[in-house]
């Protein structure tokens, strides 16, 4: 068993993942903001590869990732950073990037080292089904990955039923086809989210986009069993010099 398994065997309601990208306020703050979600209360640890044209980034995260890659953030980069990590992380950790980057580097090799580290898990938003089906899923599985596909409002039941099959870990509920951060209406996404439950999916559900604070947290956990927030988090980082203690704060405003 995973530790993704492991988490949702042990807690499945109020499961909070927290993004952040990596190389994100300071080159070598990677590992530092890392422990200090896990010390202050996080569940999951999804880490963001800065890309320089990402498809689903609103402005904030686009920002932090060009932030990141002007300070060298790189594959090779945060490898090397995150080889140490189970010293100093217990939380289940997800790579959050594009496939460009990564098949750069060598989507085996990205794998192998992936794996090395300590990692749980990928999330590749622009690898379609059918390439994982045919060709990367089995590399995937092959160095003990999970893969975590995404969901949206406009994706019909049959769609949702297959991506469920093909995902393991937990699978992401996007809020709705905007980019992170944007305002959402959160009844409408509580209609989508228990659609969502009404149709027996093998995996977790974690709602995504537009989770922002304690209210938006509580009424996404209502009807999934956790939700990830990314935006006002990087935005709690801006112009911070002690991380530990704006990560503690953010936290607080989530979950208390």
Excluded: W
């Amino acid at each position: 068993m995973g530790r993704l398994q492991e988490l949702f065997a042990r807690k499945n309601k109020r499961v909070l993942n927290v993004y952040c990208t990596a190389g994100y306020p300071q080159l070598d703050s990677t590992l530092e903001v890392m422990k200090s979600l896990e010390e202050s209360g996080a569940d999951i640890i999804e880490l963001g590869m800065p890309y320089s044209d990402p498809l689903a980034d609103g402005e904030v995260i686009q920002q932090s990732s060009g932030k990141a890659l002007e300070n060298g953030m790189t594959i090779a980069v945060l490898f090397n950073q995150l080889k140490d990590m189970r010293k100093q992380v217990s939380l289940p950790v997800i790579l959050m990037g594009y496939m460009n980057p990564v098949l750069q580097y060598g989507f085996e090799k990205f794998c192998v080292d992936a794996q090395a580290v300590g990692v749980d898990a990928l999330i590749l938003p622009d690898l379609p089904a059918f390439e994982f089906e045919q060709e990367y899923g089995v590399i995937i599985k092959r160095h003990g990955l999970d893969f975590i596909f995404l969901v949206t409002p406009e994706t019909s039941p049959e769609r949702i039923r297959k991506l469920d099959s093909l995902s393991s870990g937990f699978l992401y509920a996007v809020s709705s086809s905007s980019t992170t951060g944007a305002a959402k209406d959160m009844g409408d996404v509580s209609v989508f989210l228990q659609q969502l439950a009404g149709y027996g999916l093998s995996n977790p559900v974690l709602v995504g986009f537009g989770i922002k604070d304690k209210e938006s947290f509580d009424r996404a956990a209502a009807h999934a069993n956790g939700a990830i927030i990314g935006t006002a988090f990087i935005r709690a980082l801006h112009g911070q010099t002690n991380l530990r203690e704006a990560t503690c704060s953010f936290l607080q405003t989530v979950i208390g």
